[in-house]
């Protein structure tokens, strides 16, 4: 069993940058492709950005390509979301994942194929 807990949310103002922490047990942590999502009040929750196991991939929305950079280190066990140029769109509840098969392909887009979840921290990007 994995255990997910973010750390990093809260308020900031646009423009700004933010980043996010992502804590996991386990010692397979170096296996997983982990990602985050994020979900706004009346959204479905979407996918934001996605690391491979190795750290040697990396995969992001168009909503945040350019903007956020997605890293991990695996002696910590710990991902991490560099959050530049904060927009009031982007204000949500922030969720860490890990995915523990391979070859999904497109599909490692979609929430569906995560198998462990945190419980999220709130960003809230005022203008």
């Known amino acids: 069993q994995v255990q997910l807990v973010e750390s990093g949310g809260g308020l900031a103002q646009a423009g700004v940058s933010l980043t996010l922490s992502c804590a996991a047990s386990?010692?397979?942590?170096?296996?997983?492709?982990m990602g985050w999502f994020r979900q706004a009040p009346g959204n479905e929750r979407e996918f934001v950005a996605a690391i491979s196991g190795s750290g040697a991939n990396t995969y992001y929305a168009d909503s945040v390509k350019g903007r956020f950079t997605i890293s991990k280190d695996n002696a910590k066990n710990t991902v991490y979301l560099q959050m530049n140029s904060l927009k009031p769109d982007d204000t949500a509840v922030y969720y860490c994942?890990?995915?523990?098969?391979?070859?999904?392909?497109?599909?490692?887009?979609?929430?569906?194929?995560?198998?462990?979840w945190g419980q999220g921290t709130q960003v809230t990007v005022s203008s």
């Open positions: 386990g010692r397979t942590f170096s296996s997983y492709t």
């Open positions: 994942a890990a995915q523990t098969l391979t070859n999904y392909g497109p599909r490692r887009f979609q929430s569906s194929t995560y198998d462990y």
